[in-house]
Structures are given as structure tokens and as C-alpha cells.
């Protein structure tokens, strides 16, 4: 891959993570009729701050120390999360997929990602494995996976945003 192309497809990672994002954004935005609350990505940025200071598990994120700066951080690791989660369907699908988006990579790659919270976020906030210590795990594993999957289309509909770009 030359310059020309890496740049191409760094840009259009950043185009489709973020339109992606939005899109979760906007389903969060929306989903507490239904589902509950709005995702708080303060104690994301709760968490990895700690890590800082070595703490990388906690028994209950909400109650750790809150840290300067943590909304912020939260929100960038969200929109930075989303991006590196378009360069993964790049991955999957090859860097071709830009040029014809079509939405099953897009899906799979959304549903996939959910590995993420999973195994890595909700143990490390205390929450267990999938969510397992939560107070209603299938519900939190219910939303995780739309949230996902409307991830996924986000995906999708950034792949049409940089076709017809």
C-alpha cells in the first residue's frame, strides 16, 4: 500500500468510525425510552484514567475515585474506540469494501465488537464478565449487543457517506 492509498483509507476509517459513532450516539440518545439509561462514558474515562496509577480493576467503577478530566477522556476514548473499530472492518472486509460498502461486514463487524464491553470494559468496571455482577446482566447484555449492532449499521451507513463523498 503507497502513501496515497494509507492516506485514503486513514481517512475514510476517521469518516466511517465517527459517522458510526454518531449513529451508537444517537441510538443512546434515544434508547432510554426503551432500555434504560444513557450510557455514562465519565467512568469510561473513570476507568482508564486509573490506569494511570495501575488500577485496572475495580469492584465498582461508580464508586472509585472520580478523576480530573474523566468526562472528556471518556469521549475521546469512545470516538477513538469507534475508529480503530472501522480500521477492524477494513480487517474483515479489505479496504475494497470503501469502495462498495455493503451492510453484512458492516453487521458482522458491529456485533463482533461487542467482545469489547464484554471481556474487557464491564469486568474491568466491576461488572463482571458479560455484564455477569450487573443487576439485571441479560438486560445489559441485551442493550450492549443492539447498541452494537446499531453500531454496525453506523458502519454501514459511514460506507455509503464515503462512497458517494
Known amino acids: 500500500m503507497d502513501t496515497h492509498e494509507l492516506t485514503d483509507v486513514t481517512l475514510n476509517a476517521l469518516v466511517i468510525g465517527i459517522t458510526a459513532t454518531l449513529v451508537m450516539d444517537l441510538w443512546g440518545w434515544l434508547r ?6 444513557r450510557p455514562n462514558y465519565a467512568m469510561v474515562g473513570r476507568w482508564l484514567l486509573h490506569m494511570r496509577h495501575g488500577q485496572f480493576l475495580h469492584q465498582a467503577i461508580g464508586a472509585s475515585p472520580a478523576q480530573k478530566g474523566e468526562r472528556l477522556a471518556g469521549w475521546v476514548a469512545h470516538y477513538l474506540t469507534g475508529i480503530s473499530f472501522a480500521i477492524l472492518l477494513f480487517v474483515f472486509a479489505g479496504t475494497s469494501w470503501i469502495d462498495n460498502p455493503t451492510p453484512g461486514p458492516a453487521l458482522a463487524t458491529g456485533i463482533v465488537t461487542v467482545i469489547a464491553p464484554y471481556f474487557l470494559m464491564q469486568p474491568g468496571m466491576g461488572m463482571g464478565i458479560a455484564a455477569s455482577k450487573a443487576p439485571m446482566p441479560s438486560r445489559a447484555r ?20 464515503t462512497a458517494w463523498l
Open 32 to 37: 432510554p425510552q426503551a432500555f434504560g439509561p
Open 142 to 161: 441485551t442493550q450492549s449487543l443492539i447498541t452494537h449492532g446499531v453500531f454496525g449499521m453506523g458502519l454501514y451507513l459511514g460506507g455509503l457517506l
